[in-house]
């Protein structure tokens, strides 16, 4: 008889709890609030030592570093699972209704099971922890490589290059972005109130236009971390096309403009400078986000500007 971890209500399973209940284990799984609890706890721990010390200066480095490390764990055991579904896969097509095959096939699927199970756990530390950070120092954490799942926690983040090759194959569903793409870039200085209010007003309204549309955009700082937020907020997909300086040197943020339109966005968003005047003053505009507006209109692409309100 299977054991029922007593801290899961019977009419109420979050989809961690449902798999957890679903392992043939005597052990508990530790509650799914103990672990929001630990990426909380940690982040908030490793701000309050290294903040106001010689350490500030590098605590997006370290809280970055700490996210990471769950990100990480996330996908070796992510990979387990799928060496043990390979072998799964191996196992019942040479089944021959032998008793000793039969055990491994169970076994093999226990442990691809199990290792779903410790993905999701190490994926729910890493959201909590990521959101802490967020709102201790209002930087928004995305991985340089890789991409990170939709779960309850976060907006999926998908990278580029993988978004580009499941959007042309469209053989991979759980990564497709779908058609209907919003590309936005923005300027690093836009980073103020009025910038953040304005942009929001903006991506509000293509939510409204396009309710399951995929937000594509490098991931700069300024606007489009702001962005980043936004589409966390809402839990829209997040596609990102991160600037490759030390391949592309100079030219990587129009090579990341490239990527963008090559996912066939349904409409172009841009902001170019800061829309409060005392911040924008001697600056110019950002080029990269002029580049992407003049590229879509060549290609006949819808281009919304973020304007102040008339």
Not at 181 to 193: E, L, N, S, V
Not at 209 to 232: C, F, H, N, V, Y
Request: net charge negative.
């Amino acid at each position: 008889m299977q054991h029922t971890p007593s801290f899961l209500p019977d009419d109420r399973l979050t989809h961690y709890e449902a798999q957890a209940l679903q392992l043939d284990d005597l052990r508990t799984h530790p509650p799914e609030q103990a672990l929001l609890q630990l990426g909380h706890a940690l982040m908030n721990e490793l701000i309050d030592v290294v903040g106001d010390t010689a350490l500030e200066d590098f605590q997006t480095t370290i809280g970055e570093a700490l996210i990471g490390a769950f990100h990480s764990a996330a996908q070796r055991i992510e990979r387990e699972a799928d060496k043990a579904r390979d072998t799964l896969a191996g196992l019942i097509r040479d089944f021959d209704g032998s008793e000793i095959l039969d055990v491994e096939i169970q076994e093999a699927t226990q442990k691809a099971r199990s290792a779903d199970v410790a993905c999701l756990a190490m994926e729910m530390v890493r959201d909590s922890a990521a959101a802490s950070y967020t709102t201790s120092t209002g930087e928004v954490w995305s991985p340089w490589k890789g991409s990170v799942k939709r779960s309850r926690l976060t907006s999926a983040q998908l990278d580029a290059r993988e978004a580009l090759r499941s959007h042309k194959a469209s053989r991979h569903a759980a990564t497709d972005p779908g058609a209907i793409i919003i590309a936005f870039r923005g300027a690093p200085q836009a980073d103020t109130a009025d910038d953040a209010n304005r942009l929001f007003d903006a991506l509000n309204w293509a939510h409204a236009q396009w309710p399951d549309m995929t937000l594509a955009t490098s991931g700069a700082r300024g606007a489009e971390k702001l962005a980043i937020k936004w589409a966390k907020q809402k839990g829209v997909t997040l596609v990102l096309a991160k600037a490759d300086f030390d391949g592309k040197g100079r030219a990587a943020p129009f090579r990341a403009n490239d990527e963008l339109l090559e996912l066939d966005p349904v409409c172009v968003m841009t902001l170019p400078n800061s829309l409060n005047a005392q911040r924008s003053e001697g600056l110019h505009p950002f080029g990269p986000a002029l580049n992407l507006a003049q590229k879509a209109s060549e290609r006949g692409i819808r281009h919304v500007p973020v304007r102040l309100k008339a």
